[in-house]
């Protein structure tokens, strides 16, 4: 099964762009990479996905390296409210979908 | 649109009894979901169904059963509860295999 792997932990200043790392060395070439976070006591909620070009929604950018072996999540400027755990999963062609971890961001005022 | 609605939110159960978790979607999709999420950690995957009537086991399906008889509801049975079952249980669904996973607030299940 394809596997991705983040930082277990980052910190963030409020207003300060964040740029969070995920490797996904042995993806394929029809995964899709997606990215989840899930607030304090909530269930995850979807924030962006892509699988060679770089993309932008109202929430985040994705950035996927060349070799697609790793990506970023951008979120050009931290809000209190985006402290949360970020997962980054790829999707197969078995239709699993595996979550990691997750990167737990804290953001400071 | 309700999304993905899970019953109960809350429940408690003796070792040993039995209990079903429901997951009702109602944006027509075929791919549902089940995970499981322990106090501090990921999510784990129990099982999945690509539509009606097909439905296969995850990274930890021990325990539990599931059913998948509609497209709208893909019900997870847990029998013979244990403690080690005691955690948050999420349901999820997506519309294919890429698309964006929508989740349910979760049922929070105690084991004593």
């Known amino acids: 099964d394809a596997k991705t792997t983040q930082p277990n932990s980052m910190e963030s200043n409020e207003e300060e762009p964040v740029h969070l790392p995920c490797n996904h060395s042995t993806i394929s070439g029809t995964d899709y990479i997606h990215w989840y976070r899930q607030l304090p006591s909530q269930g995850p909620e979807y924030v962006i996905h892509g699988l060679t070009s770089n993309v932008n929604n109202r929430m985040a950018s994705l950035a996927i390296a060349e070799d697609r072996k790793s990506s970023t999540l951008i979120l050009h400027r931290a809000t209190l409210r985006d402290a949360a755990v970020y997962y980054c999963?790829?999707?197969?062609?078995?239709?699993?979908?595996?979550f990691g971890t997750g990167t737990r961001l804290q953001v400071f005022p | 649109n309700a999304g993905v609605t899970q019953t109960p939110k809350f429940r408690i159960l003796k070792i040993g009894q039995s209990m079903t978790l429901q997951c009702t979607q109602d944006m027509n999709h075929n791919y549902m979901y089940w995970y499981r999420q322990d106090p501090g950690m990921g999510l784990k995957l129990i099982y999945y169904s690509v539509g009606a009537g097909i439905t296969d086991k995850g990274e930890v399906p021990n325990g539990y059963n599931v059913s998948r008889s509609t497209t709208e509801d893909f019900p997870l049975r847990l029998e013979l509860a244990a403690p080690s079952q005691t955690s948050v249980y999420f349901c999820?669904?997506?519309?294919?295999?890429?698309?964006?996973?929508?989740f349910g607030e979760g049922s929070r299940l105690t084991v004593l």
């Open positions: 999963i790829l999707i197969y062609n078995t239709d699993k979908l595996i």
């Open positions: 999820a669904s997506n519309r294919g295999r890429t698309g964006e996973l929508f």
